[in-house]
Protein backbone atom coordinates (compact mmCIF):
# COMPACT_ATOMS: atom_id res chain seq x y z
CA UNK A 1 0.00 0.00 0.00
CA UNK A 2 2.77 2.36 0.94
CA UNK A 3 4.66 1.36 -1.81
CA UNK A 4 2.03 1.80 -4.40
CA UNK A 5 1.42 5.33 -2.64
CA UNK A 6 4.93 6.26 -3.26
CA UNK A 7 5.21 4.94 -6.45
CA UNK A 8 2.30 7.09 -7.66
CA UNK A 9 3.60 10.61 -6.57
CA UNK A 10 7.59 9.54 -6.98
CA UNK A 11 7.66 6.46 -9.86
CA UNK A 12 10.75 4.99 -10.16
CA UNK A 13 12.78 5.01 -13.22
CA UNK A 14 14.17 2.20 -14.81
CA UNK A 15 18.11 2.50 -14.89
CA UNK A 16 18.62 0.81 -18.74
CA UNK A 17 16.67 3.19 -20.23
CA UNK A 18 15.09 5.61 -18.40
CA UNK A 19 11.61 4.92 -18.58
CA UNK A 20 8.91 4.94 -15.74
CA UNK A 21 8.93 1.31 -14.50
CA UNK A 22 5.51 -0.54 -13.16
CA UNK A 23 5.39 -1.61 -9.79
CA UNK A 24 6.12 -4.86 -10.28
CA UNK A 25 9.52 -3.95 -11.08
CA UNK A 26 12.87 -2.72 -9.98
CA UNK A 27 16.05 -1.59 -10.67
CA UNK A 28 15.36 -1.93 -14.80
CA UNK A 29 12.32 -2.34 -16.56
CA UNK A 30 11.12 -6.20 -17.88
CA UNK A 31 11.75 -4.68 -21.30
CA UNK A 32 15.63 -3.90 -20.53
CA UNK A 33 15.97 -7.54 -18.49
CA UNK A 34 14.94 -9.23 -21.99
CA UNK A 35 17.11 -6.97 -24.01
CA UNK A 36 19.99 -7.40 -21.75
CA UNK A 37 23.09 -9.41 -24.01
CA UNK A 38 23.88 -12.60 -21.92
CA UNK A 39 26.85 -14.28 -22.74
CA UNK A 40 26.11 -17.58 -21.34
CA UNK A 41 29.96 -18.08 -20.58
CA UNK A 42 29.20 -20.00 -17.04
CA UNK A 43 27.65 -22.69 -19.20
CA UNK A 44 30.43 -23.28 -21.26
CA UNK A 45 34.21 -24.89 -20.87
CA UNK A 46 36.23 -23.10 -23.26
CA UNK A 47 34.80 -19.28 -22.80
CA UNK A 48 35.51 -15.85 -24.34
CA UNK A 49 37.15 -15.11 -20.91
CA UNK A 50 38.85 -18.37 -20.58
CA UNK A 51 40.45 -17.51 -23.70
CA UNK A 52 40.98 -14.05 -23.27
CA UNK A 53 43.25 -15.31 -20.18
CA UNK A 54 44.80 -18.31 -21.86
CA UNK A 55 49.05 -17.66 -21.48
CA UNK A 56 48.80 -15.12 -19.54
CA UNK A 57 47.60 -16.32 -16.18
CA UNK A 58 46.37 -20.03 -14.68
CA UNK A 59 42.35 -19.36 -13.78
CA UNK A 60 40.16 -22.47 -12.73
CA UNK A 61 37.59 -20.99 -14.70
CA UNK A 62 36.31 -17.22 -16.00
CA UNK A 63 33.22 -15.84 -17.37
CA UNK A 64 31.33 -12.12 -17.73
CA UNK A 65 27.44 -11.78 -17.54
CA UNK A 66 26.87 -9.14 -19.88
CA UNK A 67 28.43 -8.15 -23.55
CA UNK A 68 29.44 -4.01 -22.94
CA UNK A 69 28.35 -2.54 -26.14
CA UNK A 70 28.85 1.44 -26.60
CA UNK A 71 25.25 3.24 -25.83
CA UNK A 72 23.66 -0.42 -24.64
CA UNK A 73 21.69 -1.34 -21.80
CA UNK A 74 24.64 -2.45 -20.13
CA UNK A 75 27.03 0.66 -20.31
CA UNK A 76 24.06 2.56 -18.95
CA UNK A 77 23.79 0.29 -15.86
CA UNK A 78 27.43 -0.21 -15.34
CA UNK A 79 27.06 4.10 -15.50
CA UNK A 80 24.74 4.66 -13.29
CA UNK A 81 26.74 1.92 -10.50
CA UNK A 82 29.87 3.43 -11.25
CA UNK A 83 28.69 7.03 -11.21
CA UNK A 84 25.72 7.61 -9.82
CA UNK A 85 25.59 5.54 -6.62
CA UNK A 86 23.15 2.79 -7.57
CA UNK A 87 24.85 0.38 -5.88
CA UNK A 88 21.29 -1.42 -6.27
CA UNK A 89 22.47 -1.97 -9.79
CA UNK A 90 25.27 -4.38 -8.32
CA UNK A 91 23.18 -5.88 -5.66
CA UNK A 92 20.74 -7.19 -8.54
CA UNK A 93 23.52 -8.40 -10.88
CA UNK A 94 25.10 -10.52 -8.24
CA UNK A 95 21.84 -12.24 -7.46
CA UNK A 96 20.99 -13.22 -10.91
CA UNK A 97 24.34 -14.14 -11.51
CA UNK A 98 24.48 -15.99 -8.16
CA UNK A 99 21.60 -17.79 -9.03
CA UNK A 100 23.45 -19.54 -11.88
CA UNK A 101 26.78 -19.37 -10.74
CA UNK A 102 25.49 -21.49 -7.56
CA UNK A 103 25.05 -24.77 -9.36
CA UNK A 104 28.67 -25.12 -10.73
CA UNK A 105 31.25 -26.88 -8.03
CA UNK A 106 34.43 -24.73 -9.47
CA UNK A 107 32.48 -21.59 -8.37
CA UNK A 108 30.67 -23.07 -5.36
CA UNK A 109 34.13 -24.16 -3.97
CA UNK A 110 36.38 -21.09 -4.15
CA UNK A 111 37.40 -19.65 -0.36
CA UNK A 112 37.13 -15.66 -1.15
CA UNK A 113 35.74 -13.57 -3.40
CA UNK A 114 37.96 -10.67 -4.42
CA UNK A 115 37.25 -7.33 -5.55
CA UNK A 116 39.38 -5.55 -7.97
CA UNK A 117 40.23 -2.77 -5.85
CA UNK A 118 40.02 1.19 -6.21
CA UNK A 119 43.18 3.05 -4.62
CA UNK A 120 42.64 4.86 -0.99
CA UNK A 121 42.16 8.06 -3.18
CA UNK A 122 40.03 7.36 -5.36
CA UNK A 123 37.75 5.30 -2.99
CA UNK A 124 37.87 8.28 -0.40
CA UNK A 125 36.26 10.69 -3.48
CA UNK A 126 33.49 8.05 -5.01
CA UNK A 127 32.62 7.11 -1.48
CA UNK A 128 32.26 3.19 -2.32
CA UNK A 129 33.46 0.30 -4.81
CA UNK A 130 31.54 -0.29 -7.70
CA UNK A 131 31.97 -4.05 -7.42
CA UNK A 132 31.26 -4.40 -3.72
CA UNK A 133 27.33 -4.81 -3.65
CA UNK A 134 27.87 -7.23 -6.89
CA UNK A 135 30.33 -8.82 -4.71
CA UNK A 136 28.20 -9.25 -0.98
CA UNK A 137 25.00 -10.82 -3.26
CA UNK A 138 27.49 -13.74 -4.89
CA UNK A 139 28.90 -14.09 -1.39
CA UNK A 140 25.16 -14.57 0.14
CA UNK A 141 24.13 -17.68 -2.61
CA UNK A 142 27.14 -18.81 -3.23
CA UNK A 143 28.32 -19.03 0.58
CA UNK A 144 32.42 -17.70 0.04
CA UNK A 145 33.52 -14.91 2.35
CA UNK A 146 34.06 -11.55 0.51
CA UNK A 147 36.82 -10.50 1.27
CA UNK A 148 38.59 -6.76 0.40
CA UNK A 149 41.49 -6.55 2.85
CA UNK A 150 44.24 -8.90 0.99
CA UNK A 151 44.06 -7.06 -2.63
CA UNK A 152 45.18 -3.78 -2.38
CA UNK A 153 46.04 -0.66 -5.17
CA UNK A 154 49.28 0.66 -4.76
CA UNK A 155 49.08 2.90 -7.35
CA UNK A 156 46.36 6.26 -8.15
CA UNK A 157 45.84 5.97 -11.94
CA UNK A 158 43.17 7.85 -14.20
CA UNK A 159 39.97 5.37 -14.85
CA UNK A 160 40.22 3.22 -17.35
CA UNK A 161 36.89 4.59 -19.17
CA UNK A 162 39.68 7.51 -19.78
CA UNK A 163 41.80 6.14 -21.74
CA UNK A 164 42.98 4.69 -25.33
CA UNK A 165 42.91 0.91 -25.76
CA UNK A 166 46.96 1.30 -25.77
CA UNK A 167 46.56 3.05 -22.34
CA UNK A 168 44.58 0.33 -21.07
CA UNK A 169 46.46 -2.67 -22.02
CA UNK A 170 49.78 -1.10 -20.19
CA UNK A 171 49.33 -0.83 -16.82
CA UNK A 172 52.43 0.10 -14.41
CA UNK A 173 54.09 -2.74 -12.69
CA UNK A 174 53.39 -3.65 -9.18
CA UNK A 175 50.17 -1.29 -9.28
CA UNK A 176 48.69 -4.47 -7.32
CA UNK A 177 49.82 -6.08 -4.06
CA UNK A 178 48.51 -8.59 -1.24
CA UNK A 179 48.76 -8.84 2.34
CA UNK A 180 48.03 -12.28 3.40
CA UNK A 181 48.65 -14.93 6.38
CA UNK A 182 49.21 -18.48 6.50
CA UNK A 183 45.72 -18.89 6.11
CA UNK A 184 45.48 -17.40 3.13
CA UNK A 185 47.80 -19.69 1.35
CA UNK A 186 46.94 -22.38 -0.95
CA UNK A 187 43.33 -20.78 -1.06
CA UNK A 188 40.80 -20.45 -4.53
CA UNK A 189 40.37 -16.59 -5.09
CA UNK A 190 37.26 -15.46 -7.21
CA UNK A 191 38.39 -12.30 -8.07
CA UNK A 192 34.86 -10.00 -9.61
CA UNK A 193 35.34 -6.76 -11.60
CA UNK A 194 32.56 -4.32 -13.54
CA UNK A 195 33.55 -4.75 -16.59
CA UNK A 196 36.49 -6.71 -18.43
CA UNK A 197 38.28 -5.08 -21.45
CA UNK A 198 41.58 -5.82 -22.34
CA UNK A 199 42.06 -7.44 -19.22
CA UNK A 200 45.53 -5.79 -18.30
CA UNK A 201 44.05 -5.11 -14.88
CA UNK A 202 42.45 -8.22 -14.01
CA UNK A 203 46.06 -9.54 -15.31
CA UNK A 204 48.11 -7.74 -12.92
CA UNK A 205 45.67 -8.29 -9.99
CA UNK A 206 45.54 -11.81 -10.65
CA UNK A 207 49.60 -11.61 -10.58
CA UNK A 208 49.24 -9.88 -7.35
CA UNK A 209 47.12 -12.77 -5.69
CA UNK A 210 49.82 -15.19 -7.24
CA UNK A 211 51.94 -14.15 -5.03
CA UNK A 212 50.23 -16.33 -2.39
CA UNK A 213 51.66 -19.73 -2.25
CA UNK A 214 49.33 -22.08 -4.20
CA UNK A 215 47.10 -19.36 -4.81
CA UNK A 216 44.02 -20.59 -7.38
CA UNK A 217 42.49 -18.04 -9.43
CA UNK A 218 39.31 -17.65 -11.10
CA UNK A 219 37.08 -14.91 -12.65
CA UNK A 220 33.86 -12.83 -12.66
CA UNK A 221 32.96 -9.88 -14.22
CA UNK A 222 29.42 -8.04 -14.99
CA UNK A 223 30.48 -7.51 -18.18
CA UNK A 224 32.83 -8.45 -21.35
CA UNK A 225 33.79 -5.64 -24.28
CA UNK A 226 35.55 -7.27 -27.08
CA UNK A 227 38.72 -5.54 -27.43
Known amino acids: MFKSLFNLFFPQ ?3 G ?8 ETVICTSCRHELPLTNHHSETENEIIKKFYGRIPIEFG ?18 LKYQNHQEIGTMLGK ?5 LKFLEIVKN ?10 KKRLKKRGYNQVEKFGLALSSLLKVPYNDSILYRNIYSDTQTQKSFFGRTTI ?11 IHQGKHFLLID ?16 LKIPDAKISIVAMAYTHS
Open 96 to 100: WYGEE
Open 110 to 119: TDFIIPVPLH
Open 172 to 182: KKDLFDVVFSE
Open 17 to 24: CGTFMQLN
Open 194 to 209: DVITSGTTIEACAKAL
Open 13 to 15: VCL
Open 63 to 80: AAMFYFHKKGIVQQLIHN
